[in-house]
């Protein structure tokens, strides 16, 4: 046959959205990441930046007061991959009012979608989040202990959440409770009664994004706020997509690591030459080439399926699953390629392999 099966060429939109997004990250985040982490904050200043692209209201309808655009989970995998290779946080923090937006505007109901949307269509960025962890052994997304249970016209929500990104300033929250024997999502608004915030989370990396432990006693919310009325959502498919995003995330940080290591060991030299000339080094480095490809294209696949409308369950456990390996392994190289000067923070190395390990871990941390 002539025709390709498959092509990885990118469609000219998603080059254009792809350099955008690395200029960015170039123009803002390299250069602030170290002082970002050690000074556990996120400057507002650069989230607006990224909010003044409009990739959040692009995927809203023009009822709602957006672009109108397709949502595209190809898309927003480039543009995770993009800012997570600036710095993990800084994903993470940039896209949390997409999440909350996108998982509205395509499960939500008439009334969900004209009361919370056009918020996430002004030129400044909205905070919203959502609470999905939970601190347990043996925690599965799919069937959280948090429950809601309604009652006289509200649902009652009840349990604890940890690794809630932003928190404690977020307008809008998608709280993850098991109700009518399964996993929901229900609309929480800042400051309804019975939640309670508390203290900011000290966590082995993300220094910069603040992550909270959230508790609901008998937390009442109108019972209009279940996404998607009273048949619920697509719970499953809100997985399927959070997966995907953070293996996204997951190539963008181990594709930083490669990078960084590959130039120090081209420009280190002991005993007359450069490092990355000892086969130990170089056959690593050849690995975390390799390896980022291999997680790129698990991402991109299980994307696909989403966006032609096929169910990923498969394909988006798969990518998670090796991201959340891979990436702890190649930020390990990254580290170990450095050696001594891996382990101390001048060098970024550390802090991806620490950023890292959250891949594995953590869920409905970021959408595509």
Known sequence: ????????????????????????????????????????DLPSEFLQKFWGL???????????????MDSSPSMNAIVLEELACGDMSFAIAATLPLLFALTVSEMGTEDQKSKYLPSFCSEK???????????????????PATTAVKKNGSYIINGGKCFVPLADSAELMLVAASCDNKADLFIVEKDAPGVAVQEREKNLGLYALATNEVT???????????????????????????????????????RASYEYAKSYARERKQFGEPIASRQSIAFMIA???????????LTWKAASALENGKDAQRESYLAKLYAGDMTMKITDYGVQILGGHGYVRDHPVERYYRNGRGIAILEGMALV
């Open 287 to 297: 690995e975390m080439a390799y390896e980022v490809d291999a997680m790129r294209l």
């Open 216 to 254: 609901f006693k008998d937390c009442e919310i109108p019972a209009e706020n279940r996404l998607g009325g009273d048949q619920g959502c697509n719970f499953n498919l809100f997985l399927q997509k959070s997966r995907i995003a953070l293996s996204a995330i997951g190539t963008g940080i181990s």
């Open 125 to 143: 960025y909205f905070p919203a989040t959502a609470a999905v962890n939970e601190m347990r052994f043996g925690f599965d997304a799919s069937r």
């Open 1 to 40: 046959m002539s025709e390709n099966i498959i092509s990885f060429d990118l469609s000219e939109e998603q080059v254009m959205m792809k350099e955008t997004i690395s200029q960015l990250v170039k123009n803002n985040i390299l250069d602030n990441a170290h002082n970002m982490d050690e000074n556990k």
């Open 54 to 68: 409009g990739i959040p209201a692009s995927n809203i309808p023009e009822a709602y007061g957006g672009f109108g």
